[in-house]
């Protein structure tokens, strides 16, 4: 059974830095893709940042790019998104998800599409106060 957890959510205020992290049980993120999604209140679930099998193909929704950074350790199974220069619209619950291996070997950062991913962590949330 596969199972991912997120880490890391937490009150932050504006121009604050988190770091969060998505480990999994049952599944090894090496050679899979990895996505992070959040969820505002009142608002649907968008694709922040997500990455193919390989680390060269990234993908930054253009209101985190330069602020935001996807990356994955596969020695300790992990993956995080560190979030820098925080703004109150950052908030939000956020979710680390994965593809498999067939979908993340021709990721070509063209963006993070929900139904490529098929394993899905509970969520941290983040809130940045203004």
């Known amino acids: 059974q596969v199972q991912l957890v997120e880490s890391g959510g937490d009150l932050v205020q504006t121009g604050g830095s988190l770091r969060l992290s998505c480990t999994a049980s049952?599944?090894?993120?090496?050679?899979?893709?990895i996505g992070w999604f959040r969820q505002a209140p009142g608002k649907e679930r968008e694709g922040v940042s997500c990455?193919?099998?390989?680390?060269?193909?990234?993908y930054y929704t253009e209101s985190v790019s330069g602020r935001f950074t996807i990356s994955r350790d596969n020695a300790k199974n992990t993956v995080y998104l560190q979030m820098t220069r925080l703004k109150p619209e950052d908030t939000a619950v956020y979710y680390c998800?994965?593809?498999?291996?067939?979908?993340?070997?021709?990721?070509?950062?063209?963006?993070?599409?929900?139904?490529?991913?098929?394993?899905w962590g509970q969520g941290t949330p983040v809130t940045v106060s203004s």
């Open positions: 998800a994965a593809s498999p291996p067939w979908i993340a070997t021709v990721f070509s950062g063209d963006g993070c599409k929900e139904y490529e991913y098929d394993w």
């Open positions: 049952g599944l090894t993120f090496d050679g899979y893709g």
């Open positions: 990455m193919g099998s390989s680390t060269d193909s990234t």
